[in-house]
């Protein structure tokens, strides 16, 4: 069974409110901060795992339009091979007119709870400084 926290989480917490009822609003809001925390890494940043994060922007830059498919399924494969609580991911791009030096995704998941599935949808915000907003 899949736990509506991650390990991060459940070792940061204080034990009280323990339930047997599944709370996806719990697992929603953890995805959503362990996608936070993911998506603001930068691959080769972590000496230990250095295919952990997502590709620097400014290796993207030269490569316009074809940068924002790159960059998609960067983000695609790191999500499926680092949160193991997400079994489908979509993501589009959205265009901002606005904000041209700002990239956002719609990303898509599925969620797998024995027999339930739930779709959870997150917008994602990478500014020109390279910091990644996540909302859900």
Do not use: W
């Not at 290796?59 to 999500?79: C, G, T, Y």
């Amino acid at each position: 069974m899949i736990s509506e926290k991650s390990l991060f989480d459940r070792i940061n917490s204080d034990g009280h409110g323990y339930s047997l009822r599944f709370d996806y609003g719990s697992l929603h809001h953890s995805i959503l901060n362990s996608l936070q925390n993911m998506l603001n890494i930068r691959k080769g940043s972590l000496v230990s795992l250095e295919n952990y994060g997502i590709p620097d922007f400014s290796e993207f830059v030269s490569q316009f339009p074809d940068a924002i498919n790159k960059l998609k399924f960067s983000i695609r494969d790191f999500l499926y091979t680092f949160e193991p609580r997400i079994q489908s991911v979509q993501i589009t791009h959205e265009p901002d007119v606005d904000k041209p030096l700002e990239l956002k995704f719609h990303i898509v998941t599925k969620v797998f709870v024995d027999d339930d599935v739930q779709n959870l949808s997150f917008e994602t915000v990478l500014t020109s400084t390279g910091q990644a907003i996540v909302r859900g």
